[in-house]
Structures are given as structure tokens and as C-alpha cells.
């Protein structure tokens, strides 16, 4: 299995509830760069209420970062309330499916 994007946002904050029932999407997996913080390592604006959301209307998530420092990806995570994986080693697919269990999006 190999995921090309099918639509490109500016951001996560542009992922609606709408847009997510209307595409039967249950769950989303998440990197930490350049999508939950930008290049200052500050969340975008939003985000927290944006997963939060998304919670409250059973969508699950899970951070997914190729990133191998665990103390940038726990503390995104923590901020979040979401479960992570790091150093995944991307486009791999072990992890990707890792990710989908501890997110339980089956």
C-alpha cells in the first residue's frame, strides 16, 4: 500500500468535520513537522481545539513523526492528549500500521 495525497489543505485546520464524514474518514495520522508545529517548534493555533473536536465526533489520531527525538514528539502528544510513535522510519509501512493499532483506526 502506498498513500499519494488525494487533497492538498494549507493546514490540518482545514480538515472539517465535514470533510472528514463526507470522505468517510475515521481516523487521521499525524506528523509533527511543518503539521502540528512549525519550524520554531510552536503549535499552529487551533490545534488543540481542532483535536479535540475531532475526539468529541470519534475520529482518532495518532502522531506518526520520522523525527528520533522522543522529548519533541511526547511533548507535542501531551499538549494534544494524543497517542504517538516516533523515528518511524517513513515511507516504511511497519510503523504506519503500528500507528493505525495504537490509534485503534481499523
Do not use: Q
Not at 502522531?63 to 515511507?91: C, G, M, Q, R, W
Amino acid at each position: 500500500m502506498i498513500f499519494y495525497p488525494k487533497k492538498y489543505l494549507n493546514n490540518i485546520l482545514e480538515i472539517t468535520k465535514d470533510f472528514l464524514k463526507e470522505n468517510n474518514i475515521k481516523g487521521l495520522i499525524l506528523d509533527i513537522d511543518n503539521t502540528l508545529i512549525d519550524y520554531d517548534k510552536n503549535i499552529l493555533e487551533g490545534t488543540k481545539e481542532w483535536c479535540d473536536e475531532n475526539k468529541a465526533n470519534g475520529i482518532k489520531m495518532c502522531i506518526l513523526s520520522n523525527t528520533n527525538k522522543l522529548e519533541k514528539v511526547e511533548k507535542v502528544a501531551k499538549k494534544l492528549d494524543l497517542p504517538y510513535l516516533y523515528f518511524a522510519h517513513k515511507p516504511f509501512k511497519k510503523r504506519i500500521y503500528e500507528s493505525k493499532r495504537v490509534a485503534t483506526i481499523i
